[in-house]
């Protein structure tokens, strides 16, 4: 067949895997992970192990939502935990209120979170660093108080409960809930590695270098605030359809501090870091709940050592062992390589040898 279809020929597909996926030692074990979430139900259907990966995979997305944000453009938010609770109250409501069904309430509760994650941005164009983490601090405590202020419409301290599930079956809810992690993984990621990343990297590390080359940060600045808590949304819909109940603990501080914890031990600024840390450490809190005593003390005892040995996060340390970077055309390679995938040069040669040859 001729035409545009030719180019997703199988040729090219195992082409592409040989050589751009099974190249590198990361993006191997990202085809991997995404192999193991997809198969996962054929080894085993235990209820217990389907609900952790399916809260995991929605937290992980929480935490790529809040990387975006503050871990590209260095707009630190401690109170993401805004958009995650008001998308999920907001698609509760509506659905009690107009019996609209979780696939017409959710998406509506994550646009209104993305349009209320514009206008939470905009004090962002005048304050910056721990002025701007103190005022998102303050809406999800705001939000806390209309919920107690409107217990007939927000439930109050007990929350709305018995909302519609997303699926008919655990294992249906399952991959619903892993196609859509999947799809907005692959979305932040590749937002990530576009122009569109490359100038949310230069705000964080000088706005005004960037604004001096012509370059509107007002509009970037509120772009990111707008994705990171439409996703953020996308995750507290899909939270609270999921356990079924709306609840003040979505909007607490310890939901905002999460993700940061997530992101920072698996990377920043890289989306696959805070997914890779929510998978690491969600599943392995829920294991040690049945010792709670030493349960947060081990947590934190984690955490120290890793900031200690391996303060830029694990992914990234791995793979800086795992990878390296070809000194003349940059293209990373898997550390068994002597050459460069893209260019041949010799990938353990003196730049400057190089240079002078």
Known sequence: MRGPLRIWSWPWVLLYLRHEVLALPGRT?????????????????????????????IFALYAASWDLLSGYTGQVSLGHAFFFGLAGYASAILGRELGL?????????????????????????RVKGPYLSL?????????????????????????LSGLPRLGQS???????????????????????????????HAIRE??????????NT???????????????????????????????????????????VWSVFGGLATIYGPVAGTFLLFPLLDFLRVVEEVRMA?????ILLLMRFLP?????????????????????????????????VDLHLNPSAEFRR
């Open 170 to 200: 655990r294992l249906e809810e399952y991959y619903i809930v892993i196609f859509i992690f999947l799809v907005s993984f692959l979305i932040l990621w590749k937002l990530g590695g576009s122009r569109i990343g490359l100038v949310f």
């Open 206 to 215: 000088d706005e005004t270098a960037v604004r001096m080359a012509g370059i």
């Open 218 to 260: 007002v509009r970037y600045k509120l772009l990111a605030f707008g994705v990171s808590a439409f996703f953020a949304g996308l995750a507290g819909g899909l939270y609270a359809h999921f356990l079924r109940i709306a609840g003040p603990d979505s909007l607490s501080l310890f939901n905002s501090i999460q993700p940061i």
């Open 101 to 125: 069904p979780p696939w017409a309430t959710i998406p509506l509760g994550v646009l209104l979170a993305a349009l209320v994650g514009v206008l939470v941005g905009l004090p962002s164009l």
């Open 298 to 302: 081990a947590f934190a005892f984690l």
């Open 312 to 344: 830029q996060g694990l992914v990234l340390a791995v793979l800086e062992r795992l990878e390296e970077e070809c000194p003349r055309c940059k293209v990373r390679n898997a550390f068994t390589r002597r050459r460069c995938r893209a260019c041949g």
């Open 29 to 57: 074990a990202i085809l991997l992970f995404v192999i193991f979430l997809l198969l996962f139900p054929l080894f085993t259907q235990d209820p217990y192990w389907l609900r952790v990966l399916t809260l995991t995979a």
């Open 135 to 159: 005022i998102t601090l303050a809406f999800p405590m705001i939000t806390l108080g209309f919920i107690f202020l409107f217990p007939r419409l927000t439930g109050g301290e007990f929350g």
